[in-house]
T-cell receptor, first 116, second 112 residues
Framework: DAGVTQSPTHLIKTRGQQVTLRCSPI?????VSWYQQVLGQGPQFIFQ???????GRGNFPDRFSARQFPNYSSELNVNALLLGDSALYLC???????????????FGPGTRLTVL | KNEVEQSPQNLTAQEGEFITINCSYS?????LHWLQQHPGGGIVSLFM???GKKKHGRLIATINIQEKHSSLHITASHPRDSAVYIC??????????????FGKGTKLSVKP
């Protein structure tokens, strides 16, 4: 069974551009969370989605948005890119969001975004 | 003050040594995860625990909820254990389930 997949694996953008990152959860998992990991730091929570609804949001500006589709895949959009948005963006899926804090989260390989 | 503190930040060990990584947190939690991250970014969930102790192979994780402290132990360490180990509590505030807060990680290097 395939794990969490993310695309693209690497991406280079320039300041001011917009980017869309994609995530497909493990089959049967209904919850998707997004994390940003800046080099040398631990990941930071951006969003959690379940059944196409936002269940949680971290301390990120409105330039960051996301959505979840009926097949539970998800997209993360970042507008007006800044140099500081350069990071590894991780997607994680779990089965049940109400128990997500006690459900194992399965992480994808990440998308490495470089903003020049 | 960070909500999650890990120690040490860096750890070099000889193959076969017993290793301990510590994690202290300041928030109320419903569970705590230990994660392993290899170079290149891939993260693997090692443990999720809300009380007591769990063991998987050479890895042991313990948690003391009252003291807000958790430890990850590796017995008979091996060079393939070299990775960054991240403590990630799941806070029980904010109504958002699935929100993990992460420590900065402990970079472990095991020499043959």
């Amino acid at each position: 069974d395939a794990g969490v997949t993310q695309s693209p694996t690497h991406l280079i953008k320039t300041r001011g551009q917009q980017v869309t990152l994609r995530c497909s959860p493990i089959s049967g998992h209904k919850s998707v969370s997004w994390y940003q990991q800046v080099l040398g730091q631990g990941p930071q929570f951006i969003f959690q989605y379940y059944e196409k609804e936002e269940r949680g949001r971290g301390n990120f500006p409105d330039r960051f948005s996301a959505r979840q589709f009926p097949n539970y895949s998800s997209e993360l959009n970042v507008n007006a890119l800044l140099l500081g948005d350069s990071a590894l963006y991780l997607c994680a899926s779990s089965y049940h969001p109400d128990r997500a804090s006690t459900d194992t989260q399965y992480f994808g390989p990440g998308t490495r975004l470089t903003v020049l | 003050k960070n909500e999650v503190e890990q120690s040490p930040q860096n750890l070099t060990a000889q193959e076969g040594e017993f290793i301990t990584i510590n994690c202290s947190y300041s928030v109320g939690i419903s569970a705590l995860h230990w994660l392993q991250q290899h170079p290149g970014g891939g993260i693997v969930s090692l443990f999720m625990l809300s009380s007591g102790k769990k063991k998987h192979g050479r890895l042991i994780a313990t948690i003391n909820i009252q003291e807000k402290h958790s430890s990850l132990h590796i017995t008979a360490s091996h060079p393939r254990d070299s990775a960054v180990y991240i403590c990630a509590p799941s806070p029980n505030y904010g109504g958002s389930q699935g929100n993990l807060i992460f420590g900065k990680g402990t970079k472990l290097s095991v020499k043959p």
